[in-house]
């Protein structure tokens, strides 16, 4: 499956294209995760519904369900994973999901209740990673990207620990479940923690974060569906609905550049 850029651009700029109305029996069922991602889609409902288009909102506590769930019939659209997350898992489980319009990025931070400054972090220091390849592989680039770390060239977006080359302070990285890390933050030195989980937790990106991801990283998020069901235009509505000036409002006043979004 190619999952590129380029497609989706072709899809964002079709979701701008004026559409019949389109007869709906049933609402369309949107996975999301709990946080910004819920909250984003309760927006877009109202700018769906505008539309004619009946949204039911289905909120999971993991990354792992929402593309099990769509894959499996469960849902008809999900809204909460980059497309590098949704690539692996294409490669790894053998899905049959395509993305249709990109959403928002969430800029990943470091944490820590212990030290204000990555450098002030002690030798042999406790610091958590989300243990899903994409993600992890994230959390470890910033924390080269902050000089903390040295990873191999070749290592990429799947970067692992055991891609680490240099690791002066001998951090010890600890791989733990995205959505368990806030938690976590208590037991750890630090810890890198996606944003739409950080701030349920009560942590700022912009104010809390020791150390944040550039603006440039490749994850910005995006909207999925089955193969199959990928040039329905009730969903070209749904990203057109996304992609509106109501919900760049919403996600810029309510997030406060924590959020950004990608149109």
Known sequence: MSLTRRSLAALALASFISLPAV????????????????????????????DGLKIQIVEFSDYIQPNAALNAGD??????????????????????????????????GVYSKKVKDLGALPSGARLGIPNDPTNGGRALLVLESAGLIKLKKDAGLK??????????????????DAAQLPRALDELDAAAINTNYAIPAGLSPVKDAIATEGAKAPYVNIIAVRTQDKDKPEYAKLVKAYQSPEVKAFVEQKYQKAVVTSW
């Open 23 to 50: 007869a709906q029996d049933k609402p369309i069922k949107v996975g999301v995760t709990a946080g910004p991602h819920a909250e984003i889609f309760e927006q877009v409902k109202k700018v769906a519904e505008r």
């Open 75 to 108: 849902l008809d659209v999900n809204s909460y994973q980059h497309l590098p997350y949704l690539e692996a898992q294409v490669k790894d489980r053998g899905y049959k999901i395509s993305p249709i319009g990109y959403t928002v990025n969430f800029p990943m």
């Open 159 to 176: 970067a692992t620990p055991l891609d680490i080359t240099d690791n002066p302070k001998k951090i010890r990285i600890v791989e733990l």
